[in-house]
């Protein structure tokens, strides 16, 4: 049974850049969602994808959107990177219909210079 | 809004001992998830133990359980028999009631566990 996986597993990018992170949900789930995990901190909630359409966002700004596709995996887009963006991207995958419990990938670590 | 607070920023065991994880939350909901995840150095968050709030069983999960306290909204992690593989990050989550679908996780800081031999 294959779990979350995400890529690329590291990537390093300069400001003003744009990025795409990859994540494909555990076999059976058909939510996804991202967190974004800085250093020594706590992750925070970006949004989650359920049916291909944005179900929640936390309190991040425009330059961050997504995109699920029919087969549930999902695509984190950044946009005009700031150097505030370097942290470790997590994402989650769950049951629509059943799941307030999430299970993560091993995340992308992004390092803006 | 509701908010996890973790206050032992690190702490350390001896390896076989017990050791006990604190973790507070404040909401207004009735009913919720709260969780445990391990976070070890190769970063990969795992589930470690799940407690629903209108559960008043506490969960275990082998060496693992929690000692939930609603009324006062505590939530400690109580790891038995501690071994080396359980050094890592530790982070306290909630969740509200996932009736509408609404299921975003809001964590703790986390607490820092060294396991020694």
């Known amino acids: 049974d294959a779990g979350v996986t995400q890529s690329p597993t590291h990537l390093i990018k300069t400001r003003g850049q744009q990025v795409t992170l990859r994540c494909s949900p555990k076999?059976?789930?058909?939510?996804v969602s991202w967190y974004q995990q800085a250093l020594g901190q706590g992750p925070q909630f970006i949004f989650q994808?359920?049916?291909?359409?944005?179900?929640q966002r936390g309190n991040f700004p425009d330059r961050f959107s997504g995109h699920q596709f029919p087969n549930y995996s999902s695509e984190l887009n950044v946009n005009a990177l700031l150097l505030g963006d370097s942290a470790l991207y997590l994402c989650?995958?769950?049951?629509?219909?059943?799941?307030?419990?999430?299970?993560f990938g091993p995340g992308t670590r992004l390092l803006v210079l | 809004a509701q908010t996890v607070t973790q206050s032992q920023p690190e702490m350390s065991v001896q390896e076989a001992e017990t050791v006990t994880l604190s973790c507070t939350y404040d909401?207004?909901?009735?009913?919720?998830?709260l969780f445990w995840y391990k976070q070890p150095p190769s970063r990969q968050m795992i589930l470690v133990i799940r407690q629903e709030a209108y559960k008043q069983q506490n969960a275990t999960e082998n060496r693992f359980s929690v000692n939930f306290q609603k009324a006062a909204k505590s939530f400690s992690l109580k790891i038995s028999d501690s071994q080396l593989g359980d050094t890592a990050m530790y982070f306290c989550a909630f969740t509200k009631d996932f009736s509408g679908g609404y299921n975003k996780l809001i964590f703790g800081a986390g607490t820092r566990l060294a396991v020694h031999p």
């Open positions: 994808y359920y049916e291909e359409e944005e179900r």
């Open positions: 076999s059976g789930h058909d939510t």
């Open positions: 909401t207004s909901e009735s009913n919720y998830y």
């Open positions: 989650a995958s769950s049951s629509g219909q059943t799941g307030e419990t999430q299970y």
